[in-house]
Nanobody, 126 residues
């Protein structure tokens, strides 16, 4: 099992930036990929970005391409989400998640992730 702790959320004006961090502990050596998902009130949890732990391949939802960047620090067992040009529709609780085994086509699906963080609120004002 992997334990995940997110940080870095907050309130920002439209057009601004935020960086989220996700610190992983536990069986991190068995991680295949790390992802960020978000959930707005009344909506389903949706895929945002992900990165494979060993190869560093990245995946982005169309809605965040060119604005959000995911990166990892293997030595620190930490994943980062840099969010630029934020929009009010980016407002949501953002969750970090870890997938122990999988393949590329499984990455956008939240049901394939084994561990989840507690979430951090991101609010973008207009």
């Amino acid at each position: 099992q992997v334990q995940l702790v997110e940080s870095g959320g907050g309130l920002v004006q439209a057009g601004g930036s935020l960086r989220l961090s996700c610190a992983a502990s536990g069986r991190t050596f068995s991680t295949y990929a790390m992802g960020w998902f978000r959930q707005a009130p009344g909506k389903e949890r949706e895929f945002v970005v992900a990165i494979t732990w060993s190869g560093g391949y990245t995946f982005h939802a169309d809605s965040v391409k060119g604005r959000f960047t995911i990166s990892r620090d293997n030595a620190q067992n930490t994943v980062y989400l840099q969010m630029n040009s934020l929009k009010p529709e980016d407002t949501a609780v953002y969750y970090c998640a870890a997938m122990s085994t999988g393949s590329f086509h499984l990455i956008p699906r939240p049901n394939n992730y084994d561990s989840w963080g507690q979430g951090t609120q991101v609010t973008v004002s207009s």
